[in-house]
DNA sequence: GTTCATGCAAATCGTTTGCACAATG
DNA sequence: CATTGTGCAAACGATTTGCATGAAC
């Protein structure tokens, strides 16, 4: 797969670039609908994901197309298999000095973080041996 | 706003407690459809947001509905304002020995991780405050 | 001229909602 | 009986996709 030269995929970096925010596609669609009467969102799509797939822009989601539930209320992180999907509780002790240290680097509030460790679980890695 | 008892809410509690997974909604339905034959998509995401409403079960998503983009490579956290979902980059440096921890404990292999604070930005404290 | 990108519209998919009926208190 | 929960189907909203046309190489 080569990736020929686009007006629009060279925007839409840019764009990404040179914004403090971190925005939707929507936006993105918004601001350059001026430029590019024509623009679809199919276009802005299709080139957010050739854009990730050259490693130049970063998708900020949660990995699962879905949302997922749980019943354990007790803070804790998590960490998700990249090739299952499968959420695992973590042990790890939970840190809020951090949430103090952001305070003291931003002066905003904080309520709460969460950390999300990215891996192969135990199965998927037996899987992929074999 | 009064809850009644409801043989539908109470299994899907009881599923997640006692599954070690995080499902989604079409896990759950697809689990208790053997129980309630004519149980409906519309049920188990009415209980599960009263669920969460009791403060019983936690949902694990991104907090936006729309997938955020960057074009911000190297790696930092992120904080996330509740109020406008605002995200900002942090400085705080990352801490990689995070990892490492995981790995031990776990003994599965990490790839990445990702810590998101959550609170509230100046310019929504400052529209509070008036 | 072959391949990739675009615009457009339709399709997809997870989630939400309106409504008439059933269960709860 | 007053209110909340259910099933069903339709609606919703973000994202994806098929297809004919246009741009890049």
Redesign the pocket.
């Given at each position: 797969?080569?990736?020929?030269?686009?007006?629009?995929?060279d925007r839409?970096l840019e764009l990404l670039k040179t914004t403090g925010s971190h925005p939707?596609?929507?936006w993105l669609y918004e601001k350059l609908k001026a430029e590019?009467?024509?623009?679809?969102?199919?276009?802005?799509?299709?080139?957010?994901?050739?854009l990730e797939k050259q490693g130049l822009v970063k998708?900020i989601?949660f990995g699962?197309?879905?949302?997922?539930f749980e019943a354990n209320i007790t803070p804790h992180y998590h960490f998700i298999c990249e090739v299952c999907g499968a959420i695992k509780d973590l042990e790890l002790p939970v840190e809020y000095q951090l949430e103090k240290k952001v305070e003291e680097e931003t002066h905003m509030t904080v309520h709460k973080h969460r950390i999300e460790f990215f891996g192969i679980c135990n199965a998927c890695m037996a899987k992929k041996g074999s």
């Open positions: 797969m080569l990736y020929k030269k686009s007006k629009q995929r839409i939707s596609a929507d590019f009467p024509r623009l679809s969102m199919g276009t802005i799509y299709r080139n957010l994901s050739i998708k989601d699962s197309t879905y949302d997922r």
